[in-house]
DNA sequence: CAACGACGGTACGGTTGCGTCCCGACGTGT
DNA sequence: ACACGTCGGGACGCAACCGTACCGTCGTTG
């Protein structure tokens, strides 16, 4: 039974939406600075100029906080992502991934989030929701209009196909954290249009695909 | 000056191997649990049954002790990695990549440590002599022998081949933790041989390579 | 066989962070 | 204008860890 709440929270007694940016904000850049391991509330309080209990108001844990604010934070916009060709798509992909990986919050904060996924389940389960599948599924869109268009052979496995597309880039970017020199992402684009399977970049008619 | 010393350390004053083993494996085991953030040296000589004073005499900190033990452990076997083909010594290095992410202390401790390496720059120095030179390294001599035997274009940037080369596997196996199925590491090779710029797997007489 | 001397282990003060409790401040609704 | 009730802030007890100092132990050397 719920009791007749005597008043709605209002006046000062309601949350005050600039303190939980604040509190975003500096969690985001304490974990690009310490990463996830020594991520302290303290700290994050600190850098927020708030107290903890404003931080406990909102979440629970220090657990809740971050799969909270991660998973909105990868919420973010997911590009169209259809220009006609195998070759366009993958341009405009890794674009995006480029311009995101840049950010040096989430060029720190995503490979620790992902190491630290391989021993903690409510990170890797949060980060396959926001992460991974979300790749897969642009990963399947791409493939399977490659696919429909005959630009890819029929028996495409989408699997591999992503590690493909996904791989070499974020290892550059995230893991050897090496610049992106002039046309590498045009080159990259041919090198994985390549190794997807699809024909040459000079237009040769394919025939039909497998049939059946 | 150095005064004649009395006697050389011997019998019990000299430091004990089997302790020494012992605390480098719980270094290791402690890495893969708590990653480095959260790693404490109390912790380490717990599990190995050792104090802490027997890790203070070896090494100075934290960082000592992780980074010459992680350089020593990564100084392990290069392969000679020379089947007299393109696809052969793609095989045979991912064979040799899969098998070392399979070690479920390397596919923990090479993630933490990497995303570490971004804000720590010892670490970051350390990763690289050991990591990521010897792929430039074992990467340079496969694209160089496949160049000269007319695989690849003479163009080839290394740089851009050992992402491709290196990107999908350790995508698949260290970030996205995605089982090795059947045929994959098969397949990786025609994907990345295809995407280096080799010719199809149908043997197809290549024209010289560019000259001079 | 006795003395040497560094060993490993325990104990200690200092620091940091966690999670909670209490308090004065504040803006809205009656 | 007043009462309401949650807000943010500071303080507290508890726990973990750091790095060091001290102390008894042990195997080798002479």
Redo the contacts between chains.
Sequence with gaps: MTPDKRRAPAGAAVLRDEITTAIRRALMQEL???????LSIEAVARRAGVSKTAIYRRWSSKLDLVLEIVAAAAHGKLPALDTGTLRGDLALLFQAVALALRHPLA??II??L???A??NPSIDATLRQVL?ARQQEIGGRLVTRAVQRGELPADT?L??AV??I???????LA????PL?DG?LE??VE??A????ADSVLPRPREAPVSG
């Design positions: 690009a600075a310490v990463g996830y391991g020594r060029s720190q490979p620790d992902l190491a630290e391989a021993r991974h496995e699997d591999a590690d493909l996904v791989g070499p880039l974020y290892w550059r893991i050897a954290r090496l020199t590498y080159h990259l090198s994985v390549a190794g997807l399977g």
